[in-house]
């Protein structure tokens, strides 16, 4: 049974830091890339980060570059996202995905929540 299941999120005052992790079972994660997208209330899907199969290349969308990091360990089938300087606007469910061949798995998201 395929599965990601993301963890790590919660509630986190700005400026604050959290780690979002992601385990992949029932597929070759290795062989997958891996991406992390959010959704905000009352907003469409963003994507936030991408790293691909064998960890060497790595991208970001605008608003995180700088203060995300995205990562993998293989070995363990599990995915990372080191979110630091968190702001309020970083405030939504975060999804962690691998897609390969064109075949894609969404895990059912954590939420981080950016509040005073």
């Known amino acids: 049974q395929v599965q990601l299941v993301e963890s790590g999120g919660g509630l986190a005052q700005p400026g604050e830091s959290l780690r979002l992790s992601c385990a992949a079972s029932?597929?070759?994660?290795?062989?997958?890339?891996m991406s992390w997208a959010r959704q905000a209330p009352g907003k469409g899907l963003e994507w936030v980060s991408v790293?691909?199969?064998?960890?060497?290349?790595?991208y970001y969308a605008g608003s995180v570059k700088g203060r995300f990091t995205i990562s993998r360990d293989n070995a363990g089938n599990t995915g990372y996202l080191q979110m630091n300087s968190l702001k309020p606007e970083d405030t939504a469910v975060y999804y962690c995905n691998a897609i390969a061949n064109m075949i894609s798995y969404w895990g059912q998201g954590t939420q981080v929540t950016v509040s005073s």
């Open positions: 790293i691909l199969s064998d960890g060497r290349d790595t």
């Open positions: 029932g597929f070759t994660f290795s062989s997958y890339a």
